[in-house]
């Protein structure tokens, strides 16, 4: 059962708070089942292993974007480093104000 906890932890960790729908969605397990899982019941080992692929594709998808970003400090010019952080920082604001905007219409409904 520590596993499991371990497990639903490091999917939190990555894929932060989204509902029981979206996680339902994500991993092909009833809503109502994904539900019971996250509030204490076992896991079968098939839930199990769907937990743990979407945790090692997402982890490895970071891990490559953290390489890829430590060489690109090494190797490319401050002015292009410098551009690179202003685009991030501008999808991260696009990407929060839509977020936000959705939050408020789901708050309207």
Do not use: P
Request: glycine share 4%; net charge positive.
């Amino acid at each position: 059962m520590q596993t499991q906890i371990q497990l639903l932890k490091a999917y939190r960790d990555l894929y932060g708070s989204i509902s029981f729908r979206q996680i339902s969605e994500q991993t092909g397990i009833q809503q109502t089942r994904v539900f019971r899982i996250f509030n204490g019941h076992e896991m079968r080992v098939k839930e199990f292993d769907i937990f743990k692929k979407l945790i090692t594709i997402k982890g490895e998808k970071h891990s490559k974007l953290f390489l890829c970003l430590q060489e690109a400090s090494q190797k490319l010019s401050n002015e292009y480093l410098m551009s690179l952080e202003r685009e991030l920082e501008r999808k991260l604001e696009l990407w929060n104000l839509q977020n936000e905007i959705q939050i408020e219409q789901n708050l309207a409904a």
